[in-house]
T-cell receptor, first 111, second 116 residues
Framework: QQQVKQSPQSLIVQKGGISIINCAYE??????FPWYQQFPGKGPALLIA?????SEKKEGRFTISFNKSAKQFSLHIMDSQPGDSATYFC??????????FGKGTRLSVIA | GAGVSQSPRYKVAKRGQDVALRCDPI?????LFWYQQALGQGPEFLTY????????KSGLPSDRFFAERPEGSVSTLKIQRTQQEDSAVYLC??????????????FGQGTRLTVV
């Protein structure tokens, strides 16, 4: 059973547009929800993270929206740029346990 | 170095050969994780250390996989009698431990293992 389900699998967005990636989770004990960005040949790098005591967190062009009752969280990338083209992974964990990752979304931002 | 360092970056092994993958975590990071990433997939958890103690090895796919962190810093993931299905990128991550729960996990660039 996949604990974190991510969609869409791939996404094409025009430069300047908004990219939206969604994740749903099953385990209500999860208390940490990060998003990672990965470029080809590189390891994942933390983009932004949220804990369930807030419903939204914004850092620059990146926003996480969190819906605890629906067990869903999403990443919004405002004013998407070609340099944002990468694979994005949502993840979740409980306490100090290892992160569980979604399957990833390949984002392409075209000019 | 400032980040998580993994070596080698690339490894080609003949089927049946043993391999050892090394991870140098960020200095002072208590937690160390190994993940396996197949092409086009998300990282899949293999095993986890807190200092030298291996707290969880539930993700290791078979008894051919073995990991150690004897002095609580550098870790080695060993795969015995490699099979073609072992071909993947092996990622190492480290993090500080907090009473509030997980903190940022910093990943290395990974070791790409190809079994031929």
């Amino acid at each position: 059973q996949q604990q974190v389900k991510q969609s869409p699998q791939s996404l094409i967005v025009q430069k300047g547009g908004i990219s939206i990636i969604n994740c749903a989770y099953e385990n209500t004990a999860f208390d940490y929800f990060p998003w990672y960005q990965q470029f080809p040949g590189k390891g994942p790098a933390l983009l932004i993270a949220i804990r369930p005591d807030v419903s939204e967190k914004k850092e620059g062009r990146f926003t996480i929206s969190f819906n605890k009752s629906a067990k869903q969280f999403s990443l919004h990338i405002m004013d998407s740029q070609p340099g944002d083209s990468a694979t994005y992974f949502c993840a979740a964990s409980e306490g100090n346990t290892p992160l569980v990752f979604g399957k990833g979304t390949r984002l392409s931002v075209i000019a | 170095g400032a980040g998580v360092s993994q070596s080698p970056r690339y490894k080609v092994a003949k089927r049946g050969q043993d391999v050892a993958l090394r991870c140098d975590p960020i200095s002072g990071h208590v937690s160390l994780f190994w993940y396996q990433q197949a092409l086009g997939q998300g990282p899949e958890f293999l095993t986890y250390f807190q200092n030298e103690a291996q707290l969880d090895k539930s993700g290791l796919p078979s008894d051919r996989f073995f990991a150690e962190r004897p002095e609580g810093s550098v870790s080695t993931l060993k795969i015995q009698r490699t099979q073609q299905e072992d071909s993947a990128v092996y990622l190492c991550a480290s993090s500080l431990r907090s009473r509030k729960g997980n903190t940022e996990a910093f990943f290395g660039q990974g070791t790409r293992l190809t079994v031929v």
